[in-house]
DNA sequence: CATGACTGCCC
DNA sequence: ATTCTGC
DNA sequence: GCAGAATGGGCAGTCATG
């Protein structure tokens, strides 16, 4: 198969808004790949290289991509960024400069979808000296075979972001009209193989047989649900049902945790392994479970100081979770608790499809727990907003994250963000900042400033501290009079430029805003020390001037405060 | 050998 | 992670 | 109601640079 061919179906799908439409587009086209190409054709539309199992990772960003625009258009780097905050997509760049460069002596051979996928997989599995600029020429020499719409969509690969409107949904539900499948098995297929060019194959191969009894793999990470979020009890009550199982969110990271025959493997919620980085984990669980059956439960892995019986701030256990060396001298130093809280498989059965309240019971049966190393999530189960609300209050006061929402006659629903599953987080504080920089947008939002560099005052010096930037919160569209879009604040701030650095504009501080957080963390990044977590735009102060933001001194006390 | 830029992935 | 938007 | 595409801080690892 053509590159050619699949940067059409690309440049076709781009264009198309209507999630109907894509679907109908793409189901014809996957029925026609020739198997050939399956795996490689399923790759590039899903805008990945590498299997989320496979721990090589691509390794090229913007910068490198610009790199190689560069050498092969002969333009320097500062005129491709340029373009690049004028276009917001590099994929635009590429493509605008191919189709306008001297088409000379240029020996242009037909790339294939094969080629660009094998390309790819060759730039990833580099390594050692020299890798980067091996990677800037593997790239450049795709780009130089190409033509002006391939280049659009090299570069996107190189991304790994297509930026054509597919995500993983809309590829399951080609795939189940391509074959005539109900999407939920298609999703399901997916779900356990992560890997659509090889349900295809499958679903080819073996027809409609392939739906029946789908059950998760030993060994293989599955896709997992995901929550949605509430504002309040009595909306997270509405979306699950009542009664509901109500949990403590703890703030760490979530793992799915497999007992292959007595072997146990550890995936986070990307599917990456994280088995090495944890075998104070693995040996809490050979404590607490027998292995004798196989299982796939799913857990929480928290910061736990057991001197002061304290979950320990999400920064500290996020030092372990990529860690390759010193694994055992952080195991020490960051001593970590599991809390499980759900289990899909159990000797040899699937549980999906069983009701969450008897997932639940199982776990009780199957985990001894041990404090400070493995217990259940605490939780309660109740109708009442006034037992909910007193259980939220106490997760707060306790320093939890918030809690959880679920409905006890939920099925599993892997890879979804469905309503069987609510958080809910308190209510937080918010800071009047002043704006002092910006960044201009990308995709959808090319020619808008759309990131906004914050700054509190230092009461004694006067002097602006940066404390992180904001980019969230604002509207795209004006429905209302008083939504303020990225474009007002474009307008607003672009006569208060001061100068331009790339993609980076820096302000004159005039435009005050309040800005709503979930935490402040002590950052290495930016000036004031302090940056916010989660940051996002509540509304603009026109009434308040640099003199009345919020100030350090404040910030500090919020920071101090929160510790508890 | 130390540092910084870049990337990918946790939240 | 949060938020907005189109369907 | 959901999927998709924008956007945040900060961590470790890798490679380049000086």
Redesign the pocket.
């Known amino acids: 198969m053509k590159f050619e061919e699949l940067s059409q179906l690309f440049k076709k799908l781009e264009a198309i808004?209507?999630?109907?439409g894509k679907v109908n587009v793409l189901a014809s086209f996957i029925k026609n790949i020739p198997e050939d190409s399956l795996r490689e054709a399923l790759m590039l539309i899903s805008?990945s290289i590498?299997y989320?199992w496979e721990e090589r990772?691509?390794?090229?960003?913007?910068?490198?991509?610009m790199r190689a625009i560069s050498i092969v258009t002969g333009i320097s780097k500062e005129k491709i960024e340029e373009l690049f905050v004028k276009l917001?997509?590099l994929g635009l760049v590429a493509e605008k400069l191919s189709s306008e460069k001297k088409q000379k002596t240029i020996f242009k051979k037909e790339l294939t979808v094969k080629e660009v996928y094998e390309t790819f997989r060759e730039i990833g599995n580099?390594?050692?000296?020299?890798?980067?600029?091996?990677k800037v020429r593997l790239l450049s020499n795709l780009l130089l075979h190409a033509s002006p719409l391939e280049s659009r969509y090299i570069v996107r690969i190189a991304?790994?972001?297509?930026?054509?409107?597919?995500?993983?949904?809309?590829?399951?539900?080609s795939i189940a009209s391509a074959y005539s499948l109900n999407p939920e098995d298609v999703?399901m297929l997916y779900a356990v193989y992560n890997d659509f060019g090889e349900i295809i194959y499958k679903i080819r191969k073996e027809g409609k047989t392939v739906i029946q009894n789908i059950t998760p793999l030993l060994g293989k990470p599955l896709r997992v649900m995901?929550?949605?979020?509430a504002e309040s009890i009595t909306e997270a009550f509405d979306?699950v049902g009542r009664p509901a199982m109500i949990e403590a969110k703890y703030?760490?990271?979530?793992?799915q945790i497999h007992n292959i025959n007595g072997r146990l493997e550890l995936w986070?919620?990307?599917?990456?392994n994280?088995t090495k980085q944890f075998p104070d984990v693995i040996s809490f669980i050979e404590e607490s479970m027998t292995l004798d059956k196989p299982f796939i439960i799913e857990a929480?892995i928290v910061g736990y100081d057991q001197r002061n019986k304290k979950y320990l701030p999400?920064?500290?256990i996020?030092?372990?979770?990529?860690?390759?060396?010193?694994?055992e001298r952080?195991v020490k130093e960051i001593p970590v608790e599991a809390r499980v809280f759900d289990v899909v498989y159990f000797d040899g059965k699937s549980l999906m499809n069983v009701p969450f309240k008897d997932r639940r019971n199982l776990l009780e049966k199957i985990i001894n727990p041990i404090e400070g190393k493995i217990q259940l999530s605490e939780g309660i189960i109740t109708s009442s907003d006034k037992e909910a609300q007193d259980f939220f209050n106490e997760a707060i006061e306790r320093g939890l994250?918030g809690v959880m929402f679920k409905n006890l006659n939920a099925p599993y629903h892997p890879?979804?963000?469905?309503?069987y599953m609510v958080?809910l987080?308190p209510t937080k504080e918010t800071l009047d900042v002043v704006i002092v920089g910006a960044?201009?947008?990308?995709?959808?939002?090319g020619g808008w400033l759309?990131?906004f560099?914050i700054a509190v005052r230092d009461e004694e010096t006067g002097e602006l501290l940066e404390i992180?930037?904001?980019?969230?919160?604002?509207?795209?569209?004006?429905?209302n009079p008083d939504?303020v879009?990225f474009e007002d604040m474009t307008n607003m701030l672009k006569n208060y430029i001061i100068r331009s650095e790339g993609k980076r504009v820096y302000i004159s501080p005039k435009v005050v805003i309040e800005v709503?957080y979930?935490e402040i963390?002590?950052?290495?990044?930016?000036s004031s020390g302090?940056?916010?977590?989660?940051?996002?735009?509540v509304r603009l102060r026109p009434d308040r001037s640099v003199e009345d933001i919020d100030t350090i001194t404040r910030v500090m006390e919020l920071y101090e405060r929160q510790k508890g």
């Open positions: 808004s209507e999630k109907t805008g590498f989320p990772k691509l390794g090229v960003g913007e910068k490198l991509v917001g997509d580099l390594e050692g000296e020299g890798t980067i600029d091996k991304l790994e972001d297509l930026k054509i409107g597919v995500g993983e949904g809309i590829i399951i539900e999703e995901l929550a949605i979020k979306v703030d760490g990271f979530r793992v986070t919620r990307r599917l990456e994280v929480e999400f920064q500290m996020s030092q372990r979770i990529k860690r390759k060396y010193d694994i952080m994250e890879g979804r963000r469905v309503g958080k987080k960044e201009w947008g990308e995709g959808k939002r759309t990131s560099t992180g930037e904001v980019g969230s919160g604002f509207k795209e569209k004006k429905e939504d879009t709503i979930d963390q002590k950052s290495p990044k930016y302090f940056a916010l977590r989660f940051p996002r735009f």
